[in-house]
């Protein structure tokens, strides 16, 4: 009797496309996205349940903020090297787990071990997801796929905040544990979604470290630039505008208004910006976009808040500042395609704890100066973006080398 053949592996046929990929990563960016949002409304409940003073809270917020972006560079480093499934879906479940227990934190330093921890979730999931998504070695589509996903986190964004404050007004503040189940529950799905490498392809080892060195130190190191300019305009413009109104005489139902007018445009943006990304030259995509932002911002600050005018500036400058993403993380995949996660970790997560970095310096000029002329000042740094984008190495024939370095 003839031995029966081995059971044969999932063809590549039937394996899911690369934008079905990408949407089951958008659900889980949302539920990820989401737990990082229930901090800044729960804030003022904390500060009292605990006793805190301004100063503390904000340092909650950086504690979660850096947690969330600074270890990125070293998860993509490893999602490249021991496979992305297992961490992509530890991120939902890690947020959801530790982010849903603050409300039963006894103590200022509990609360902050909370956060880093929770923190780390969104730091597992974001490099290898986007590099999931993208798959630039599919070809066209990555600007689109990388655009669905980013969709995904800003929507959690939004509903976090809303999520947060229902279940705590259901169950009070200790009872927010309630919403790690469905994080939980989100991270096994996606685990269970993702394809399993192809059984018998040899995988391509990860750049090495010197190699990442000196990608940061040609176009990369550009690339990383323009991120952490976008992302130092984006929190200096979060963190001054609502004083900005506050001091205008504006309410703080103005001031929030505003920022969910910024903040809801950025989704477009980055349904925007894939489209353009798939279709004109990325360096250029990224020199107009920052032009344009520099602009925007300054007369979303300059005029007076309220005013139809003001609101048209902050849906530009909103639009404009998240476009900057597609095009940088699909140009970091190319530049290191066999280290996609690393390369979206530092465009990403290393470059916007770096540009969260520079606000407290905006915030001690806003209290020599006041928040609207420090804030003013801000936001030219864009066009400084637009001339890293112009730089020659930047240029398609020298990123189509430096790629291919990177290969071999």
């Given at each position: 009797?003839?031995?029966?053949?081995?059971?044969?592996?999932?063809?590549?046929?039937?394996?899911?496309?690369?934008?079905?990929?990408?949407?089951?990563?958008?659900?889980?960016?949302?539920?990820?996205d989401a737990y990082v949002a229930f901090l800044h409304p729960l804030l003022?409940?904390?500060?009292?349940?605990?006793?805190l003073s301004i100063a503390l809270a904000a340092v909650l917020s950086m504690?979660?903020?850096?947690?969330?972006?600074?270890?990125?560079?070293?998860?993509?480093?490893?999602?490249?090297?021991?496979?992305?499934?297992?961490?992509?879906?530890?991120g939902p479940i890690v947020s959801g787990l530790f982010l849903s227990l603050i409300g039963l934190a006894p103590s200022f330093g509990v609360l902050v071990v909370l956060l880093a921890l929770g923190g780390l979730g969104s730091a597992f999931f974001h490099p290898p997801a986007v590099s999931l998504a993208g798959r630039v070695s599919e070809g066209k589509g990555s600007g689109l796929r990388v655009s669905i996903f980013s969709f995904g986190g800003h929507l959690g964004f939004a509903l976090g905040p809303v999520t947060a404050v229902a279940i705590v007004g259901s169950f009070t503040l200790e009872g927010l544990w309630v919403a790690m189940f469905p994080g939980i529950l989100i991270g096994l799905a996606t685990l269970a979604l993702l394809p399993r490498p192809v059984r018998g392809r040899v995988p391509v080892p990860p750049p090495s470290p010197r190699q990442v060195l000196r990608a940061l130190a040609g176009p990369l190191g550009l690339v990383f630039g323009i991120s952490a300019l976008g992302a130092f305009v984006q929190r200096t413009f979060l963190t001054l505008y609502p004083i900005v109104v506050d001091q205008a005489g504006g309410s703080e139902a103005l001031g929030a208004a505003s920022l969910s007018v910024y903040l809801g445009l950025q989704a477009g943006g980055t349904i925007f910006a894939g489209l353009l990304t798939d279709r004109i030259d990325r360096t250029r995509l990224l020199a107009g976009i920052c032009i344009l932002a520099?602009?925007?911002?300054?007369?979303?600050?300059?005029?007076?808040?309220?005013?139809?005018?003001?609101?048209?500036?902050?849906g530009c400058a909103g639009l404009l500042n998240m476009a900057l993403l597609p095009p940088t993380v699909v140009i970091a995949q190319e530049i290191l395609p066999t280290g996609a996660s690393i390369g979206s970790g530092i465009v990403m997560g290393l470059a916007w704890g770096a540009g969260t970095l520079g606000v407290g310096v905006v915030g001690v000029v806003g209290d020599l100066v006041g928040p609207q002329p420090a804030a003013?000042?801000?936001?030219?740094?864009?066009?400084?973006?637009?001339?890293?984008?112009?730089?020659?190495?930047?240029?398609?024939?020298?990123?189509?080398?430096?790629?291919?370095?990177?290969?071999?």
């Open positions: 009797m003839p031995a029966s053949a081995p059971a044969p592996s999932r063809s590549p046929a039937s394996r899911p496309s690369a934008l079905t990929i990408a949407v089951t990563l958008t659900v889980a960016h949302l539920a990820n003022p409940r904390l500060m009292d349940k605990l006793g504690v979660l903020s850096l947690a969330s972006s600074l270890p990125q560079p070293v998860m993509g480093y490893l999602a490249d090297r021991v496979g992305r499934r297992w961490l992509v879906a530890l520099a602009p925007a911002h300054f007369l979303a600050v300059y005029l007076p808040p309220g005013s139809a005018l003001a609101f048209a500036a902050l003013l000042a801000a936001m030219p740094v864009f066009l400084f973006g637009a001339a890293l984008a112009l730089h020659p190495a930047l240029r398609p024939h020298a990123l189509s080398g430096t790629s291919g370095a990177a290969r071999h």
